[in-house]
């Protein structure tokens, strides 16, 4: 029965950094107009709100909501895009207890806007963490 090898390490001479990114330069196309000539267009976006990533909007509501009923997020249960925005539900604990299993829980809905700012919150259910939901 052979032994198995002992490998050591190897010892690098390059440097783990992160090469430096240049700025990408705004790309513009020619298109030909109806009349023959041409125009030139950017690729700039037009003067409407850049669109906020489904993760900013959920963490920009948990925080609101944190910092406006005064409990921490314990998670973010759903997103939702409805007609004037966004809705976000949380999940937070509102009275911790021992056993875990006997904390109180509540569910609130944050109502956001389309440029991520929160409009209003309520919430919609309370129960003790450990109890199933019907």
Do not use: C, F, H
Not at 34 to 47: A, I, L, N, P, Y
Not at 69 to 91: H, L, M, N, T
Not at 98 to 122: K, L
């Amino acid at each position: 029965m052979a032994t198995p090898r002992k490998t050591t390490p190897r010892k690098t001479t390059q440097r783990n950094t992160p090469a430096k990114r240049q700025p990408a330069k705004k790309a513009s196309s020619t298109r030909a107009s109806s009349d023959g000539q041409s125009e030139s267009t950017g690729t700039t976006r037009s003067r409407r709100a850049t669109p906020k990533s489904l993760r900013t909007i959920a963490v920009t509501a948990a925080s609101e909501l944190s910092e406006l009923i005064g409990q921490a997020p314990e998670s973010i249960v759903a997103v939702e895009k409805v007609e004037d925005g966004w809705r976000v539900q949380v999940q937070v604990v509102e009275s911790r207890r021992i056993p875990e299993t006997t904390d109180i829980m509540a569910v609130y809905e944050v109502d956001v806007d389309p440029d991520g700012v929160v409009t209003g919150y309520r919430r919609l259910d309370r129960y003790v963490r450990g109890r199933m939901q019907e």
